[in-house]
């Protein structure tokens, strides 16, 4: 059974520029999760999706941050403008449901912005 | 307001011996679930063990073990027997209740476990 896949694995840009990361869920997961991963840091949760509805996008900066979750599979996460404070590891995993205790989580998209 | 906290930023241990990874955390909810994570330098996130606040029993999977005490809000992982690809980052992390939406795991900040030859 394949995990979740992510892409791109490393991006580089500068600051203000645009970028987007790919996450593809295990196959029959319908929960996803994009979580921020600041370096020395544990994750952090920055949205929910149940299907394709987001449930939980509290900690998601909207003024820069958008996320998507089409069809309920694919989920892609944006940034616009991009700041250098955003330089993290996103990661996103997914589960079968509410009520799976257990998250899979994808290798991640290391950003650099300079 | 949920919180994990890991004091140990870096642990070293010899190869073949047992270690133990610290763990503490604070809720007010009767309903929690308890999980460690394995981070290596690839980056992916592994679970390695889940223990429910109503578990009597530690929870066991082969080398791990969660020393879970719950009067002491305490939930530490212990590895038998380490082996040099344990050497990772580990993360105790916390869910949030069912009644609250479930599923939102808050991460403590980790320790750097390196295991010597």
């Known amino acids: 059974e394949a995990g979740v896949v992510q892409s791109p694995r490393y991006k580089i840009i500068e600051k203000k520029q645009p970028v987007a990361f790919w996450c593809n869920p295990i196959?029959?997961?319908?929960?996803l999760y994009w979580y921020l991963q600041n370096l020395g840091q544990g994750p952090e949760l920055l949205i929910r999706?149940?299907?394709?509805?987001?449930?939980?996008d509290s900690q998601l900066p909207k003024d820069r941050f958008s996320a998507e979750r089409l069809k309920g599979v694919d989920s892609t996460l944006k940034i616009q403008p991009a700041e250098l404070g955003d330089s993290a590891v996103y990661l996103c995993a997914s589960s079968l449901g509410t009520n799976s205790y257990e998250q899979y989580f994808g290798p991640g998209t290391r950003l650099t912005v300079t | 307001a949920q919180k994990i906290t890991q004091t140990q930023p870096g642990m070293f241990v010899q190869e073949k011996e047992a270690v133990t990874l610290d763990c503490t955390y604070d809720?007010?909810?009767?309903?929690?679930?308890l999980f460690w994570y394995k981070q290596p330098s690839s980056g992916e996130m592994i679970f390695l063990i889940y223990q429910g606040s109503y578990d009597q029993q530690n929870a066991t999977e082969g080398r791990y073990s969660l020393n879970f005490q719950k009067a002491r809000k305490s939930a530490n992982l212990v590895i038998s027997a380490s082996q040099l690809g344990d050497s990772a980052m580990y993360f105790c992390a916390m869910r949030s209740p069912f009644a609250q939406g479930a599923q939102k795991l808050v991460f403590g900040q980790g320790t750097r476990l390196t295991i010597n030859p």
């Open positions: 809720t007010s909810d009767p309903s929690y679930g």
């Open positions: 196959s029959g997961h319908n929960t």
């Open positions: 999706y149940e299907n394709e509805e987001a449930v939980d």
